[in-house]
């Protein structure tokens, strides 16, 4: 979906809600694409998953484990 600017002002929040549910939203400045409207998406979360893929055969000591997920997340 294209959308200009000032349309982009009014309707930011539906257009946020129409991007989240996964709709491709471009805005525009005088009808040239400039930006898209994308999720966010934390790259710490991609981290804390790789963190359990490295301890889910390991007995460790709870604690232990969740200071390291503090430490890099």
């Known amino acids: 979906m294209l959308v200009n600017v ?9 257009l946020i809600n129409r991007a989240y549910q996964g709709e491709t939203i471009t805005i525009a400045k005088h009808n040239l694409p400039m930006v898209d409207l994308v999720i966010h998406k934390p ?5 804390i998953k790789q963190a359990f893929g490295l301890y889910k055969d390991l007995k460790i000591d709870g604690l232990a484990f969740q200071k390291t997920i503090r430490d890099e997340w």
Do not use: F, I, P
């Open 6 to 14: 000032s349309k982009a002002k009014t309707n930011l929040s539906s």
């Open 43 to 47: 790259e710490n979360k991609k981290k």
